[in-house]
DNA sequence: TTGACACATACCCATATCGACATATATTCT
DNA sequence: AGAATATATGTCGATATGGGTATGTGTCAA
């Protein structure tokens, strides 16, 4: 079983580092394809499979404008990632804790051994 | 050019749902291969793997207690992840004040109405 | 030492990927 | 209508993937 295709979801969509440039981009405001051509530095078709990709997700949609096509995130379909990454926060938060702790510790030492002096 | 390797950086590693599952079971506390290979229904080799990529992007580290092999989460390499996706957080959140901004709309339309009755 | 156990690694295979390049489609302008 | 422009799609090639199965490595127990 290969990897499983970018287009299966945000986790593997937001993978590629492109793609997330791509949405920082589009985060700032809506963006037509030439803009995020010229923005990225990536050849115009690489840029529409991207899009292409983040479409099929749901991360951006696409409006139409003459012959230009405007892009919008829809960081809706990012809550997801945010969701699951978050249930981890208090692992590091409490690493955090013990690093406080233990400068606090430290202070309280020191004070110690200042009033000792 | 391929996919990045599932190694280059925690959103790749992330992006496949065995290891998010791996991950989570991890986060609840340590656990041994054996463990996660029952937890998962996964084969061993598989489990072994996913493992192996988690360790190289520092998701997890192990720890040898005599044959067996402890393993613990290291949510510190979701941070970034976590950090990424938080700056999309104000873009849901507007969409969110905007379904308040409605309703609240709506309400005070509702009791103009019902004033002018 | 020999065997049993826990885990890691090696190999095979079908597949999707991304970039490069070429080409198709659609829209605007003359 | 024909040319120019904006974007999308198709093809090719090299590559890493993840599951399956087999085997290697290290540790404990008798």
Redesign the pocket.
Known sequence: ????????DPF?AV?????REILELLAAGER????L?EATG????????????L?EVGLVT?R????????TVNADGLREVHEWVSRFERLWDHKLDRIKQRAEHAARAAREIAKNQ
């Open positions: 079983m290969p990897r499983a295709p970018t287009t299966s593997n993978a590629e580092p492109r793609r037509e394809v030439g803009s051509v990536l050849a115009q078709p690489q840029v529409s499979k991207h899009l292409r990709v479409r696409a139409a404008e003459g012959q230009r096509r405007v892009y």
